[in-house]
Structures are given as C-alpha cells and as structure tokens.
C-alpha cells in the first residue's frame, strides 16, 4: 500500500558526493516526517538525518553535520540526502524512512524503503 523507492547508492572515493532520493508512493494521504538512516557490517542502524514536512527542520547526526544535507519535496513526497566529502567510515546500506498517515484520522506509521548501498574508498 505504501511505498518507499531509493536511488542513488554507489561506490565512491573518499572526498567524493553522491546523492540519494527516496520517493514515497501509494496510499500516502500525509507525509510527516522523512529521514535518512544508515547501517554498517556489524553495527545496529543509526540516525543520520531527519526532516519534517512543515517548515523542512532538519536534524542531523555528529558524525555527519556539515558534510551531508538532506532536503525534501513535499509535493513529490520525496527526500533527498546530499553527501558531500565522504569517508570510508560512512560506507553502509542507507535506508529511508517515512511517517505517513495512509488516510484521513489514521494514525501516522513508519515505513522503510529497501536500502541502497554507499561504498567509499580509501
């Protein structure tokens, strides 16, 4: 019924950009909030970015201020997150994540996309 698509992973050298789009779909009467999480061999999933769909605030993680943003188009109900100088220590499968209310007076649920993989070389 809801869906999240991502785009947007790759391999990349370190000090390189890439930028990912995640796009909501199907019964998504309202978008809330939208964000970027991350998850490396090994390690539990971790928060790298959110944002909310009334006046686009933004939070982002430490580890990432400064070198990754992440936008959103309400009217497109997609989100982006732009990388900027990355390093090996940000190479995970990044997963987009959604709180959508799927009709009127429902409450809201998270959704999760599939994952796309970022690889950063030394």
């Known amino acids: 019924q809801v869906q999240l698509v991502e785009s947007g992973g790759g391999l990349v050298q370190a000090g390189g950009s890439l930028r990912l789009s995640c796009a909501a779909s199907?019964?998504?009467?309202?978008?809330?909030?939208m964000g970027w999480y991350r998850q490396a061999p090994g390690k539990q999933r971790e928060l790298v970015a959110t944002?909310?769909?009334?006046?686009?605030?933004?939070n982002h993680a430490n580890s990432v201020r400064g070198r990754f943003t992440i936008s959103r188009d309400n009217h497109k109900n997609t989100v982006y997150l732009q990388m900027n100088s990355l390093k090996p220590e940000d190479t995970a499968v990044y997963y987009c994540?959604?709180?959508?209310?799927?009709?009127?007076?429902?409450?809201?649920?998270?959704?999760w996309g599939q994952g796309t993989q970022v690889t950063v070389s030394s």
């Open positions: 944002i909310t769909s009334i006046g686009h605030n933004t």
């Open positions: 199907g019964r998504t009467f309202s978008v809330n909030v």
């Open positions: 994540n959604a709180n959508i209310f799927i009709r009127y007076g429902s409450s809201g649920e998270d959704y």
